[in-house]
């Protein structure tokens, strides 16, 4: 089981491959471009050059990239769902050329319209962004919180998945964001292994290729997105052993995405806490 988190890059791309030795990450995930900017440029040759250079020596990986906020393939707006596949193709154009394993994306929101039209906005956005950018990274559909239209529902991402259809489609379990969306009330081993078995059956577990590890400041089902220290929220550490005991998630990349103790983002303590857990667990 590797553990690693959300680092920064900013400043460049081989700054994250510092940041990530300073907290003990074992594998990350980066912006590739800025979040909040429909525009996205393509890192230099000598930049990336560094960047692989160093993430070689380092042994850190795999690498994912995590798309802008502002994409919404599922949007009933014409000029969003357009600048969401431009901007995901462009993110995806990056992570090929850095050679990073994976885009990671939120399924999105339908708003108001009917859930059968969302999925199929989803579905023809995805195939157009893997068309645009042909090649071997993965484009990583991620589980959300629920609410406000938000697709994403296991049987939805199964059919989004299967209607895709391209070997490069995975899957990111966010442990917080499942919670949230109350895809599980409690994180028992009992309710690990019937939630898994559903993601099983839906999507294939073998498509999930990352988790997320995350807890929640707020309630199972509550459908609303903050996430918490682990341990230090309504998952808690017990709620952890559980997920790190499932089996079928142990060879997965684990990435943080907490706020931290210093509310500066994934720290070394936080990737601490759920190695000594893990290791709990094992022994
Ligand atoms: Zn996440």
């Not at 357009?82 to 990671?104: C, D, P, T």
């Not at 028992?188 to 999507?203: G, M, S």
Request: some cysteine; glycine content about 12%; aromatic content about 6%.
């Amino acid at each position: 089981m590797k553990i690693g988190a959300h680092v920064s890059a900013g400043g460049g791309l081989s700054k994250a491959i510092e940041n990530a030795k300073k907290i003990g990450a074992e594998c990350i995930q980066i912006f590739g471009a800025s979040p909040r900017q429909w525009q996205a440029e393509l890192p230099s040759d000598e930049e990336t050059k560094k960047f692989k250079k160093l993430r070689k020596e380092s042994g850190i990986g795999p690498v994912f990239l995590h798309s802008a906020y502002l994409v919404n393939l599922a949007s009933p707006n014409s000029f969003i769902r357009k600048n969401s596949v431009e901007n995901l193709g462009k993110h995806l154009l990056i992570a090929e050329k850095i050679g990073a394993e994976g885009l990671i994306f939120h399924v999105g929101s339908g708003k108001e319209a009917p859930r059968e039209q969302a999925v199929s906005f989803i579905v023809s956005g995805m195939k157009e962004v893997l068309k645009k950018v042909p090649g071997k990274t993965q484009l990583i559909l991620e589980n959300d919180a629920g609410g406000g239209g938000k697709v994403g529902g296991i049987k939805e991402m199964g059919e989004i998945v299967k209607k895709v259809g391209s070997v490069r489609v995975k899957v990111c379990y966010d442990t917080a964001h499942g919670l949230e969306a109350g895809l599980v009330d409690k994180y028992t081993p009992e309710k690990v292994k019937k939630l898994f078995n559903e993601w099983d059956k839906a999507v294939g577990i073998e498509n999930i290729a990352v988790i997320h590890a995350n807890d929640s400041k707020t309630l199972a089902g509550s459908h609303h997105d903050r996430h918490e220290n682990i341990g230090e929220g309504e998952i808690g550490v017990e709620g952890f052993c559980a997920l790190v005991a499932e089996k079928r998630l142990k060879d997965l990349p684990w990435i943080l995405e907490v706020p931290g103790f210093r509310g500066e983002g994934s720290d070394k303590e936080n990737i601490e806490i759920l190695r000594g857990i893990a290791k709990r667990v094992k022994s």
